[in-house]
């Protein structure tokens, strides 16, 4: 038993240098979330999404609070930011190299699953495809619009909260006795998964349809646990989202979802790639966020335009397929 501890820590810490080193090590090429480089200092600069993510954590370190009071639906990867300020300052390279090593832990996370699930090889190789699949995503930057470990965008480290969330989960739902602890733990990550992006609190009615479903003829038991899910997750979501942001008359979470509505699945009146009202984004920057990003992007960067929602039929089914085809468009196209 000490012998496989041992193993699986060695193989975990390998899997976490491996790919902290591979992805250091692709180049970061311009693209439309981080322009550049620009002299004097060589440097990339974040934009749009990016841009207001990384402004928030800015008024963090004045002391102006997350996002000066402005609509922030994305708290905690803004903190996160703020942190990577504080330990690196303002230069971008270094602040993506301690990026980097923090969603370097999704394929030993990954490995975890993987080898709870089936057995240790299944980790190993689910985790390395995971860090190769990584590292071409890196790589084809300057080809298609893709988020990475790379970029201040959420994408990614959402990914890494909901893996982290499937291994706990998963060893919480195999038990034949439900694990009050384990219950708190998956409802607190899955709450702090919600605060970097709120799209991951769709899963929770997936969690308790789930044992609903498996524990069914023996459900007595696991209703404690449930409640200790909800409340767990509660405790995280709950502050954040009683907080009503500058300008608006309504929780920051209920303001998303109504603007995801109004901008996405009816016909826009704003900026369609973002996620929060433009309006609120120039109030953040202070008026030169907009004239700061160009509608035209420089030779070589490519960019997906979004001519319409179509509604609710047209908006979900294009962006499902999108995301087949940008998922596809990272794997090799050769066998050599």
């Known amino acids: 038993e000490n012998r496989n501890r041992w193993i699986d820590l060695a193989v975990m810490v390998g899997l976490w240098l491996f790919a902290c080193l591979l992805w250091n090590q692709t180049p970061l090429t311009r693209s439309f979330f981080a322009p550049g480089p620009y002299l004097p200092n060589e440097q990339f600069y974040p934009s749009w999404d990016a841009a207001f993510y990384d402004i928030s954590a800015q008024y963090v370190l004045l002391g102006e609070g997350l996002a000066r009071g402005i609509l922030m639906d994305k708290p905690l990867y803004a903190m996160f930011l703020a942190l990577l300020h504080a330990l690196e300052g303002q230069n971008y390279d270094r602040m993506i190299t301690l990026q980097v090593a923090a969603m370097a832990f999704m394929p030993v996370v990954v490995y975890g699953l993987g080898k709870q699930m089936i057995h240790r090889q299944a980790g190993l190789l689910a985790a390395l495809l995971i860090v190769f699949q990584q590292r071409n995503a890196i790589a084809s930057t300057p080809y298609i619009q893709i988020s990475h470990s790379k970029l201040m965008l959420t994408e990614y480290p959402t990914a890494l909260m909901l893996a982290l969330f499937s291994l706990v989960v998963f060893s919480w739902l195999r038990d034949q006795q439900p694990r009050l602890h384990k219950a708190v733990l ?131 089914p294009r962006h499902f397929v999108h995301n087949q085809i940008m998922a596809l468009v990272e794997l090799p196209h050769t066998v050599r």
């Open 186 to 316: 998956a409802g607190g990550i899955l709450g702090l998964a919600t605060l970097v992006r709120p799209n991951a609190l769709t899963l929770m009615p997936v969690i308790l349809l789930l044992v609903v479903v498996v524990y069914r003829r023996n459900l007595r038991p696991w209703i404690g646990g449930l409640v200790f899910f909800v409340l767990a997750l509660g405790v995280a979501v709950t502050p954040w989202m009683m907080v009503i942001p500058d300008g608006h008359n309504e929780p920051y979470l209920i303001a998303k979802i109504r603007g995801i509505f109004e901008t996405r699945i009816r016909p826009q009146s704003q900026d369609p790639n973002s996620s929060l009202p433009l309006e609120s984004a120039q109030r953040l920057a202070g008026g030169w966020l907009k004239p700061a990003l160009p509608q035209t992007l420089p030779d070589g960067v490519s960019k997906v335009v979004d001519e319409g929602s179509n509604g609710l039929f047209g908006y979900v």
